[in-house]
């Protein structure tokens, strides 16, 4: 030990002070939106932040996406889908969509129950000042379609299938179905 107590311990602490950090950060980025890892990543393949992967799949040239998050939007309702207004769904959005559509009569029913939504919403106009009747109509289904959906899952599925299909659940934009059952 050097003459005056030594001063090895500052090393030693400033290196773990440096590995919780990373870790933390490591932690921090993994709980970030699928988008966000994405853009990690690529910035580690190239500094630049130009991911090296077509924008669209099947696009005819590669069209880099610059930025921080490609085509990021703040969506009420969920992560993982794109904000409604014309934006392509995600492809957890679009099998929802997919599915609804592929029998006449369930796209039928859900048509009904949209317009169940916009009549209730109509009514509720006078007690709502905050929202328009098509957001309290769009509310109204998306909550609708989310727990019917999910809750359609059988009670005999072993837990490690209902843990995908939550976990794809939440991959849905479902206010971006409740909007396109809306306008169609």
Excluded at 30 to 47: H, L, W
Excluded at 76 to 85: D, H, L, S
Excluded at 121 to 149: D, M
Excluded at 160 to 181: C, H, I, P, R, T
């Amino acid at each position: 030990m050097a003459k005056g107590g030594g001063g090895s311990w500052k090393v030693a602490y400033a290196d773990f002070v440096t590995a919780m950090m990373a870790f933390f950060l490591v932690m921090w980025i993994g709980a970030q939106d699928v988008k966000v890892r994405q853009s990690v990543a690529n910035y580690f393949v190239d500094p630049s932040g130009v991911s090296k992967r077509p924008t669209n799949a099947g696009a005819v040239l590669d069209a880099p996406v610059s930025g921080p998050v490609p085509e990021n939007a703040k969506v009420e309702g969920g992560r993982g889908a794109r904000a409604p207004g014309g934006d392509t769904p995600s492809p957890s959005t679009a099998a929802v969509l997919n599915w609804i559509k592929s029998n006449d009569k369930q796209f039928q029913r859900w048509k009904t129950e949209a317009q169940r939504c916009r009549e209730a919403a109509a009514v509720q106009k006078a007690v709502n000042q905050t929202q328009t009747p098509e957001e309290v109509a769009s509310n109204q289904l998306t909550s609708l379609l989310s727990t019917e959906v999910a809750g359609g899952i059988p009670k005999d599925t072993p837990d490690v299938y209902k843990d995908l299909l939550f976990g794809s659940f939440k991959e849905v934009n479902w206010k971006q179905v409740a909007e396109v059952l809306l306008t169609e």
